[in-house]
């Protein structure tokens, strides 16, 4: 089992994006997952509209430190890479 998998059956869930807004499907999220934790994203983190900015500043932050920014477990790639390139101003 790759090693950034849970080793515990998992007992909650945060949710984010669209539908963390709608009513009706967290409702229905809860029930369905009756004894789980349901959460909203930005009431454990942040806002959920700002999730894609920061992860994609931590992937730009890991490329300047020349670490590496890929999964390769999860994504099927050969080794660990560092993403991108920094190319300085003229």
């Known amino acids: 089992m790759p090693r950034w998998l849970p080793t515990e059956p998992a007992r909650e869930l945060v949710v984010s994006g669209g539908g963390a807004r709608n009513p009706v499907l967290m409702n229905r999220l ?3 997952l009756d004894g789980w934790v349901v959460r909203l994203f ?3 983190f942040f806002s959920g ?3 894609e900015a920061a992860s994609f500043a931590y992937l730009g932050w890991r490329t300047l430190h020349g670490l590496p920014g890929n ?3 999860a994504t099927g790639a ?3 890479r ?3 390139s920094v190319t300085p101003s003229a």
């Open 82 to 84: 560092v993403l991108g």
């Open 42 to 44: 930005d009431d454990e």
């Open 49 to 51: 509209d700002a999730k």
């Open 71 to 73: 999964v390769p477990g």
């Open 30 to 32: 809860r029930e369905a």
């Open 78 to 80: 050969e080794g660990e």
